[in-house]
């Protein structure tokens, strides 16, 4: 072999890496799905193993096929929210489908206001803190004070201010988000690339210009993943907010089954909560990819090791 063919086999290898081809979206999707369903069938079916052996009480532990096959039985406990169901006969009550469609609205419904609220105000005040120095040595030292409290030991207030229904649930969200998200917000703005703004500078860029089209941006994607990693706690609040009896949802559903000791609704219930939250952290990863196009996906850039 001559040389030129050696230094050709060379610039081919450079050129074209050993990597997987780009799959398209649609397969990608098809992937992932498969998967999980590989995922919690491997879960399921270790849970299954454990009561058919006899290793799980089905009384303290019943199985999947117990509490998910019996959706009638398990959804009739979901009416507690029948006299605010819309186009449902109130005489004969929702049917199962309805009462338990109906109970999941009104605790998303809680969750994306309480979310959205604390991410727009969060960003706003974050962005003014480093923005305006005397917003920063008024309100900074306050929002980092409350920031540790629990969101439990807001209840009381949350209670006395808005009283009984969605009010005090979605205050309930919103501060335990807020605080946390405006410290977020901080902290990614301090580690934007300095190059970045040098640059702006360099171009004529005035402060507003700087914060508009570099510093917000270059924090967007990082703020994402902080906004999808609370969309879990605020899950965790609204239904500690429901349980308390501040308004119906799947939190007072569960402590229905806590005090009539009900097993297979607890799991129905918790079930129903963890497809909730996969869902919506899929939609929510589906909204960062098409907002922020200009972000590589980092699994992509581990395809080919």
């Known amino acids: 072999m001559t040389i030129s063919s050696n230094a050709r086999a060379v610039e081919t290898a450079v050129a074209a890496p050993n990597e997987r081809p780009p799959r398209t979206p649609l397969v990608e999707g098809v992937i992932r799905l498969g998967w999980s369903l590989v995922s919690v069938g491997l879960f399921v079916g270790i849970w ?15 199985p999947p096929h ?163 990693m609370n969309l879990f706690g605020a899950w965790m609040v609204v239904l500690v907010a429901e349980a308390t009896g501040v308004g119906y949802g799947l939190g007072q559903v569960i402590m229905l089954a806590r005090n009539t000791f009900n097993p297979s609704l607890v799991f129905f219930t918790i079930a129903v909560i963890g497809l909730l939250g996969f869902l919506c952290d899929g939609a929510l990863r589906l909204v960062q990819k098409r907002l922020l196009y200009w972000v590589p996906d980092p699994k992509g850039l581990l395809h080919g090791l």
């Open 66 to 228: 117990i509490f998910i096959g019996d959706f009638a039985q398990q959804a009739k406990f979901f009416n507690t929210a029948q006299r605010w169901a819309i186009g449902v006969n109130a005489s004969a009550g929702p049917t199962p489908f309805e009462a338990v469609a109906i109970t999941i609205a009104s605790s998303a419904m809680r969750v994306f206001i309480g979310l959205a609220l604390a991410s727009v105000m969060a960003l706003v005040l974050g962005v003014a803190i480093r923005y305006y120095w005397l917003i920063e040595k008024l309100t900074l030292p306050t929002v980092t004070l409350l920031a540790p409290v629990s969101p439990m030991a807001w209840l009381p207030l949350a209670i006395f201010l808005f009283g009984i229904g969605n009010g005090p649930a979605i205050f309930m969200v919103f501060i335990a988000l807020f605080f946390i998200m405006v410290l977020s917000t901080i902290a990614q703005i301090d580690t934007v690339n300095r190059n970045f703004i040098h640059v702006a500078r360099t171009m004529g860029a005035t402060k507003r210009q700087l914060y508009m089209l570099v510093i917000i941006p270059a924090i967007l994607p990082g703020l994402l993943m902080v906004l999808r």
């Open 48 to 62: 299954e193993l454990c009561w058919y052996v006899g290793i799980a009480d089905p009384r303290l532990l019943p």
